[in-house]
T-cell receptor, first 113, second 115 residues
Framework: SQQGEEDPQALSIQEGENATMNCSYKTSINNLQWYRQNSGRGLVHLILIRSNEREKHSGRLRVTLDTSKKSSSLLITASRAADTASYFCATDAGGTSYGKLTFGQGTILTVHP | NAGVMQNPRHLVRRRGQEARLRCSPMKGHSHVYWYRQLPEEGLKFMVYLQKENIIDESGMPKERFSAEFPKEGPSILRIQQVVRGDSAAYFC?????????????FGPGTRLTVT
């Protein structure tokens, strides 16, 4: 499997519910970032969490990072139809690979009004 | 402050032609990254450039692909003698500096179709 794999591949929920997406990776990292991509559009940066951080919040978003399990989760609370998009995690291994983000396959989130 | 600009947004080329994709980073950003996204897949790193320097090109195919980021003007990703397998969305990102602590800001992408 690849670095930065998201789970589930697709998630369908009702407006108002919470959405949780998970990301696993294989190598040690310097930071992990979450991005959103609306269909046919570019990527929007959501949150960057560093390897020495365990949790970060931004509005309705909450990201956790467990470096011992090499995993991260993105929680979107009180989801809205406008949150419908693909969500990707991306890892930066640092060192000689700094700046090179490795993306997962993404989770397709559909929020029904 | 304009975001990352890419042009063209859509590009159609016949097999064997050349494709040139342009990327203007955000103002004040001197680091540019190119990624490719095949249909139904995540983004794959291609190359990382600073002004006049290629920092990491480990994701670039060995043949037909080249990238530059001159002192003046946009970064250019060039694909020579395109083949159908080159059809993809190509995204450019920029950051104010290198290193793992900087967010990368993405452009809207160029969708290349090879007929």
């Amino acid at each position: 499997s690849q670095q930065g794999e998201e789970d589930p591949q697709a998630l369908s929920i009702q407006e108002g519910e919470n959405a949780t997406m998970n990301c696993s990776y294989k190598t040690s990292i310097n930071n992990l970032q979450w991005y959103r991509q609306n269909s046919g559009r570019g990527l929007v940066h959501l949150i960057l969490i560093r390897s020495n951080e365990r949790e970060k919040h931004s509005g309705r978003l909450r990201v956790t990072l467990d470096t011992s399990k090499k995993s991260s989760s993105l929680l979107i609370t009180a989801s809205r139809a406008a949150d419908t998009a693909s969500y990707f995690c991306a890892t930066d291994a640092g060192g000689t690979s700094y700046g090179k983000l490795t993306f997962g396959q993404g989770t397709i989130l559909t929020v029904h009004p | 402050n304009a975001g990352v600009m890419q042009n063209p947004r859509h590009l159609v080329r016949r097999r064997g032609q050349e494709a040139r994709l342009r990327c203007s980073p955000m103002k004040g950003h001197s680091h540019v990254y190119w990624y490719r996204q095949l249909p139904e897949e995540g983004l794959k790193f291609m190359v990382y450039l600073q002004k006049e320097n290629i920092i990491d090109e480990s994701g670039m195919p060995k043949e037909r692909f080249s990238a530059e980021f001159p002192k003046e003007g946009p970064s250019i990703l060039r694909i020579q003698q395109v083949v159908r397998g080159d059809s993809a969305a190509y995204f450019c990102a920029s950051s104010p500096a290198g290193g793992a602590s900087y967010e990368q800001y993405f452009g809207p992408g160029t969708r290349l179709t090879v007929t």
